[in-house]
């Protein structure tokens, strides 16, 4: 007789206590942690291999405006939004990413607003507040209820505002080998959640909530990861023996991040 194992859901606890104990990029950088050199180095790094997100993020846009970051994790893009001259609010479901942005924040003389908030319950941790811009990198896919951030988001954006979103691409050269077991979703094993979406999903996450403006893919890791963390940034061989533009192509139709941009209906 077959005996099926029961597989237990991952809860926002689970979620919670994954992102405490590593938080993401904590380990871009082998100098002293919370320091001023080696918060330069985690920057630096993320945007070597990620250089994307500057340009998705359009830091400069929203000097003077009101800007709400859902899961700023160690706040690589808060302290960008504050130095652009953003109004900025950051949340997060891990204290430990939180206290690290305080840091950050401190080390750079910048100011920001900072709040411990499951995505899901948005609006009450942030009552009344309307923002310009939200922005959400990454995130959105690791909580249980993901439609329920987006319902939130929405009473928080002002009608004319910008929400941008990256989440991980079902028709991705990544997600094969993860299906392939060659590879895992976050540099830390054990991932409680990581939801990939095709267009389509993507289009019904946000329907009747926000239309889609914009939505293109990007990002493939093109490194061996054994050099890489040891910062050493040698390609795989078959990207080293690719032609960059063919590799932009490739990244068009089969990369890791979905990039959304999307207004409130």
């Not at 609010?89 to 003389?109: A, P």
């Not at 990861?225 to 040698?234: A, N, R, S």
């Amino acid at each position: 007789m077959k005996n099926d194992a029961v597989v237990k859901q991952a809860t926002i606890e689970d979620v919670v206590n994954y992102w405490n104990a590593r938080p993401c990029n904590i380990r871009h950088s082998k100098k002293p942690v919370g320091t001023k050199e080696y918060f330069d180095e985690v920057e630096q790094r993320k945007y070597f291999v990620e250089p994307h997100i500057p340009g998705f993020a359009e830091f400069p846009r929203w000097n003077g405006k009101k800007v709400l970051e859902v899961g700023c994790g160690m706040g690589t893009e808060a302290v960008n939004f504050a130095r652009a001259g953003a109004i900025y609010t950051g949340v997060d479901v891990s204290s430990e990413s939180l206290s690290l942005t305080k840091k950050r924040f401190e080390c750079y003389n910048l100011s920001g607003s900072f709040i411990e908030c499951n995505g899901e319950e948005l609006s009450k941790c942030i009552p009344e507040e309307k923002f310009d811009f939200i922005f959400s990198f990454g995130v959105i896919h690791h909580t249980p209820n993901p439609r329920a951030v987006i319902e939130e988001i929405r009473k928080l954006i002002k009608p004319d505002g910008i929400f941008r979103l990256m989440l991980y691409a079902k028709n991705s050269w990544k997600n094969i080998m993860i299906e392939g077991g060659l590879d895992q979703p976050e540099a830390q094993a054990g991932c409680p959640i990581a939801v990939t979406y095709t267009k389509e999903m993507v289009e019904e996450l946000l329907k009747g909530q926000f239309v889609v403006s914009e939505l293109r893919q990007t990002h493939i890791f093109p490194y061996i990861i054994e050099k890489y963390v040891k910062y050493e940034y040698e390609l795989q061989p078959w990207f080293k023996s690719m032609p960059l533009q063919m590799r932009k192509i490739l990244e068009s139709f089969l990369g890791w991040h979905l990039l959304i941009s999307a207004k409130p209906i």
